[in-house]
């Protein structure tokens, strides 16, 4: 048995120069269906039991505001928990968060004089204008649902338009993936020193009336989307631009909405490129889409415009080559001269999957410390794996990243067609 394993250890291993993980993350991978908790009228909440904390997996059906409302209704214990300290965690480190993601100084300013919660609010006055009736509908539901405001929904959706995260995202398919499918890695490298690694949610969405059925790796409460895989199929990444020189705007619609349109409505890469050419955009980020037919393409998303790249156009360099049918952003600030990814990809050739992706790439790369997802198009599934709590403080962070945790396998297909 011990020969074996070895072996297997072997087998999986690809190129790992200067890489910070010592090798692939061989952890057990977690099959069992998600467990059946509690329903509502309009929702299902499942769990799985993979890692502690398990991962919520909540079904919601119907209107915009009959989802929010089963949101609130079967994670109310969760959200109330939760609001709170992300106010608690938000004042203790925010200020110093804007001065490294190069808010202007007036904004700062404004932090120090009114506080957090007035930032957030004045946020939403900018934005306002551009979230869409089914977003403030669901949000509203969520509020009614646990007894809070609109605007305690509201303000905590505010956050992702003023601090981004580190994220790595590869899309491999072709003579480079066993099968010949397109497989997609996208990996949230953000602060795991917070609240929000205690309650893991995917969030299935199945609209009675406004698009298709889709999901979004994310928390208890927040509807955003930074990581999801739809029923059509697309799949979506999303990393900060951090070296971005141009123009900015604080008014238009916030990104994490924006990204979760192209789930929700789009069925392919270009239609989603289309939403994102044509929306009032605001900050800078990269983003990353995927679906078998056009493959991937990652987008620098920027307000002024979007410039969209393949595995043929991206910017190559020395320890950034083009590499035949994979397209990869690594976890560092771009133009990253850092050999790690793709060295592992290089030594992955021919023969990627999603084993490959969640053990030798997240493993070796140490990225997502607050969660990673990689989707199988072909089988239509997903591997995720979320962080530990942070038993400690600020300072003396005990969460163990997810890139070191066990990975859950999830059937896309059966969610998608789980009846209320």
Known sequence: ???????????????????????????????????????????????????????????????????????????KQNITWLYPKFYTWVDAQISQALHKYDV?????????????KALLDLNYEWVEPYVQDWFKEEMRGIADAVGMS?????????????????????????????GSSLYQLRALDWNTNGPFNAVPTLIVYHPSTNGHAFSILSWAGFIGGLTGYSSEPLGL?????INFKGKSSRIGIPWHFLLRDTLQFDKTVDEAIDRLQNAHRTCSIFVGLGDPKQKFKVVEYAHPNITVWNNTNFPAYK??????????VD?????????????????????IDAEKFYRNVVGEHETGDMHAAVYDFA?????????????????????????????????????????L
């Open 237 to 241: 990444c999303e990393k900060v631009w």
């Open 1 to 75: 048995m011990k020969a074996f394993l070895v072996l297997v250890f072997v087998a999986l291993v690809g190129a790992q120069t200067d890489c910070p993980g010592k090798g692939p993350n061989m952890e057990p991978l977690y099959t069992d269906a998600p467990t059946p908790v509690s329903t509502t009228k309009n929702g299902k909440l499942f769990q799985t039991y993979s890692n502690s904390p398990p991962l919520n997996v909540l079904h919601v059906y119907g209107t915009a505001y009959e989802m929010g409302y089963a949101h609130g209704t079967l994670l």
């Open 319 to 328: 320890t950034h080559p083009h590499l035949p049918e994979i397209l990869y």
């Open 150 to 178: 609109y605007m305690d929904v509201a303000r905590v959706h505010m956050f992702p338009e003023l601090i981004k995260a580190s994220c790595t995202m590869v899309g491999a398919w072709g003579k480079q993936t066993i």
């Open 379 to 419: 089988k239509d599934t997903i591997y995720v794996s979320t962080a530990s709590v942070n038993t400690g403080n600020l300072t003396h962070n005990t969460a163990v990243p997810s890139y070191k945790r066990r990975f859950t396998q999830l059937n896309m297909k059966a969610l998608f067609a789980e009846k």
């Open 331 to 351: 976890k560092h600030t771009q133009p990253s001269h850092h050999p790690c990814l793709p060295s592992v990809l290089q030594g992955l050739q021919g023969k």
């Open 104 to 116: 202007p100084k007036w904004l700062v300013d404004f932090l120090e004089k009114y506080g957090v």
